[in-house]
């Protein structure tokens, strides 16, 4: 059955393009999982909700079909991609990679006002650790990881970083509720800080590239709880 974003519309902000506006939206519904895998998307049901033609909508899902978050099958249907593995797999090889050399450049170069800035993205996470707030602890995850590569100089492999990263994101979304899993990486995250600041860097690697592996790690024990929102 066709399924339309939940809730009301926000309404859209008409000074800007409207189809990179729904892509937005679309995007966040998709990796906080409130369209789950196997959700059968409609232009026309889409297009009512947001109040548009159908085609910024129709370009909204060609470029999340693009980052692999939609099936497009023409004159057919557009369905919310189940999550594949080794997609994951491969950007977090891309991830685990830049971000080595990202933590790399930064070690005994950091200077106060970033390493600030770092460790109040890691309060806020502290905060939260506990919570259901899952949303508000991912957006200051991403934040944690986004100062570091503005410090070192490489924003926009940021965004490249991103962009390869829906199938991981959304397991990284089924795993946060775990036990334990919000800790760990508020820990992670003190660990890299910390051997960024002492200089050691392959501390700072070694810490980076274990805490990027956590959500992998344990994809098997993912995948049994939710077996529908995985490709075969």
């Known amino acids: ?123 806020v996470q502290t905060a939260l650790t506990g919570s259901t707030a899952y949303l508000d602890f991912i957006a200051a995850d991403r934040a944690f990881h986004r100062l570091m590569y503005v410090a070192a100089g490489v924003p926009d492999l940021f965004d ?11 397991l990284r979304m089924l795993n946060l509720p775990s036990v334990g899993k919000q800790r760990a990486i508020v820990r992670d995250h003190r660990r890299i800080v910390d051997a960024i600041a002492s200089g050691d860097a392959a501390a700072a690697q070694a810490s980076l590239r274990d805490h990027l592996s956590g959500t992998l790690g344990q994809i098997d024990a993912i995948r049994q709880a939710h077996p529908d929102y995985f490709t075969a």
Do not use: W, Y
């Open 1 to 123: 059955m066709p399924a339309s974003p939940p809730g009301r519309a926000a309404a859209l902000d008409r000074s800007r393009h409207a189809a990179p506006q729904v892509f937005e939206r679309l995007r966040d519904l998709i990796l906080s999982l409130e369209m789950a895998p196997g959700t059968v998307l409609s232009r026309a049901d889409l297009a009512a909700h947001f109040g548009l033609s159908q085609t910024p909508v129709r370009d909204a899902l060609i470029k999340l079909g693009e980052e692999g978050l939609v099936d497009i099958f023409p004159q057919h249907a557009t369905v919310v991609s189940r999550i594949d593995a080794a997609a994951a797999a491969q950007a977090q090889f891309l991830r685990r990679s830049i971000e080595a050399e990202v933590v790399f450049t930064l070690t005994g170069h950091a200077d106060a006002v970033l390493l600030s800035q770092l460790r109040a993205q890691i309060d």
């Open 160 to 170: 490249l970083v991103r962009k390869h990263s829906g199938h991981v994101d959304r």
